[in-house]
């Protein structure tokens, strides 16, 4: 079973900072990890290769800096890594980032399962495994909490709800995204490590990918941020004193006050 | 300081302390509470390839020798020193095979210990031979083509737990030391039965049993080197292994120096930090000071045993015994820098404390390794003349 892991280089959550002036994260001093919820998804992949055989291939696009995530993903046991690394990829949305990772998806040959986190802890949007499948024309269970049963072809997998969860049955090739109840991820092994030392990362550029160009990066990007904050904390409530009718009453007036009723 | 660790030996510190703060540390009150065995903890150390450090590749390691055991003990010693005994006794059983197996023996049993798939343990120490190892009561007859082992073994570490065991039984009563064998004995031989579990002051999360033999038959193919080599094999082993028990000496000095340097930090009397005071700055800094000399001396003897020094008995005596004292004095006075909090057991010196104790007990007691360590100066002095 040939099995694709995409996976995000995230800054440390712990330490996030945003800069004021820009908009945007600040990246420089901060540390850089594998999106955690990606960590799910690499697990997952290992265990199905270990059960069905295959191999498994990390997928990223970043900054070079981001080889560095996929070499961890290589010490934990997935078998090669392909980085997306081209100045025409920056300014990436959800959209072109899609788009990117669906163009190297499709030159990687036959595959059988995508898997992706079920999102980015930096971003948070859960578009961008539901956004490749699409753009591959394969189907897709988001937020899979358990894989019951996966062959040649079929695949049975639980998807977590906020009322409990759906069994959903699907044919293969096709993407799923997984949640932290999948499983708990492996720490790296020591002849992982040495081997992601000296493993040659393939780097792939824009031009590798084909397709439209127009569709890469900023270009590609219909999303524009105008403001990123801090929502304002929270003011303490008001707090009314008196016998319950007093309260009723002061209560009432100021509802009309704030012309709520 | 920087001891210029290859970039191996940096990955095999790395992944060991990721283990022992990540998996070892939320557990390690618990473990130590419940004196469980860390099963959990040792299945990620074999997945982690760590039992493979300390042997040769052709055997199923990675290739190095006591320094990468040292550094791994030393990393978990850290966070949970039972934890690290479990670890470092499997290494310990695997020695006598590494050492004076032959061929057939190395390639039967060094794998599984080295997948981490089964744990080793030694087998030596008796009620009544403990320093002196002359008094092994524990009998292994020639009878065709096995041997038939009868007596008992006392604090076995990993007893119970491990699947592989070097049991040292003599062979020829009238010999003395030179009458000992050392036998490779399989746990689930018929005749072959574990003690109770014996509960113990620190190092708790480990497991020490008796090992109990009536009429035991193991393979003679079993037997290690030859009859009578029982005793040497029992010293070289130690000789290999006792930098082991320096790192882990190191490791839990460490790990209480860190600790109180945190608190000194944090605990405010007098309005006032109480790292800003003279008398704690001092302990400190001595604490520091003693840490990093043992580490040294530990480093150095095991990297003079890795290169193939043909004896190195004084210095690996040297490094668990100035370790091992350190590490006493360390955890006291880290335990005194914490006050009566760090009596408590809601801080782990306390731990700390009652686990570098063993230290100077086990593997030798520090007396006799001043013993070994005389006798080498008086060899040395005489053969100069």
């Given amino acids: 079973m040939n099995i694709i892991v995409c996976i995000k280089q995230v800054p440390e959550t712990a330490e996030i900072r945003i800069d004021e002036k820009t908009n945007t994260l600040v990246r420089e001093g901060v540390p850089a990890i594998i999106n955690p919820f990606d960590t799910y998804a690499l697990e997952e992949g290992i265990r199905i290769r270990e059960k069905c055989g295959g191999g498994v291939t990390v997928l990223t696009m970043g900054p070079p800096q981001a080889e560095q995530a996929l070499r961890e993903a290589i010490a934990m046991g997935v078998d090669s890594g392909v980085l997306l690394s081209d100045k025409a990829f920056a300014g990436s949305d959800t959209l072109a980032t899609s788009y990117a990772l669906s163009r190297a998806i499709r030159q990687m040959g036959r595959f059988d399962l995508v898997i992706c986190g079920k999102q980015a802890i930096d971003g948070d949007t859960a578009q961008v495994g539901p956004g490749i499948a699409e753009m591959l024309g394969i189907p897709f269970i988001a937020y899979v909490r358990k894989i019951e049963e996966i062959r040649e072809g079929y695949i049975r997998a639980e998807r977590l709800m906020e009322t409990g969860y759906q069994i959903i049955e699907m044919s293969l090739p096709s993407l799923i995204t997984v949640v932290k109840e999948i499983n708990e991820p492996r720490l790296p092994s020591l002849r992982g490590m040495l081997k992601a030392k000296k493993t040659n990362i393939s780097v792939w550029d824009v031009e590798k990918l084909g397709g439209d160009t127009g569709r890469f990066g900023l270009d590609g990007s219909p999303t524009q941020v105008i403001r990123i904050f801090t929502p304002e904390p929270r003011k303490g409530g008001e707090i009314l004193q008196g016998a319950v009718e007093e309260q009723v009453a002061a209560l009432i007036e100021r509802l009309k006050e704030t012309k709520l009723v | ?385």
Wanted: proline share 2%; glycine share 8%; hydrophobic share 45%.
């Fill in chain 2, 1 to 385: 300081m920087d001891y210029f660790l290859t970039e191996e030996q940096k990955m095999v510190r790395e992944l060991a302390r990721r283990i022992a703060e990540e998996k070892v540390a939320p557990v390690a009150a618990e473990l130590d509470e419940k004196e469980e065995f860390p099963w959990e903890i040792m299945k990620e150390l074999a997945q982690a390839d760590l039992f493979a450090v300390f042997l040769p590749e052709e055997y199923g390691g990675l290739g190095g020798k006591t320094f990468e055991l040292c550094l791994v003990t030393e990393e978990l010693s850290r966070i949970c020193s039972g934890v690290a005994v479990s670890y470092a006794a499997s290494a310990l059983g695997s020695f006598p095979i590494l050492l004076f197996g032959n061929e057939t023996q190395r390639k039967e049993f060094l794998p599984k210990i080295a997948s981490g798939e089964k744990l080793a343990a030694f087998g030596l120490t008796e009620a009544n031979a403990g320093s002196d190892a002359a008094g092994i009561e524990t009998t292994a007859v020639r009878k065709g083509d096995k041997y038939v082992i009868n007596g008992t073994k006392q604090w076995i570490t990993n007893g119970g737990e491990a699947e592989i065991y070097t049991v040292i039984a003599m062979t020829d009563k009238k010999r003395g030391n030179r009458g000992a064998s050392a036998i490779i004995v399989e746990k689930g031989t018929p005749g072959f039965d574990f003690g109770k579990k014996e509960k113990k002051m620190g190092i708790r999360a480990s497991a020490t049993r008796e090992l109990v033999f009536q009429d035991c038959e193991v393979p003679a193919e079993n037997l290690l080197g030859k009859e009578g080599m029982g005793f040497i094999i029992a010293m070289r082993t130690f000789d290999a292994s006792r930098p082991g028990i320096g790192a882990q000496a190191v490791g839990i000095a460490q790990g209480a120096l860190d600790a109180a340097v945190d608190y000194a930090r944090e605990r405010v009397q007098f309005g006032q930090k109480i790292s800003s005071f003279q008398a704690i700055q001092h302990m400190l800094a001595d604490m520091a000071t003693h840490v990093e000399a043992a580490r040294a001396l530990v480093y150095a003897t095991a990297r003079m045993i890795d290169s193939g020094a043909k004896d190195a008995a004084k210095e690996s005596a040297m490094s668990k015994l100035f370790a091992s004292d350190m590490c006493m004095r360390v955890t006291v006075d880290a335990v005194q820098i914490f006050g009566g909090y760090g009596y408590m057991k809601d801080y782990p010196v306390e731990k700390m404390m009652r686990d570098a104790k063993i230290t100077q007990i086990y593997e030798g007691t520090n007396q006799i390794q001043r013993n070994i360590i005389a006798l080498h100066l008086i060899k040395e002095a005489a053969s100069k003349k």
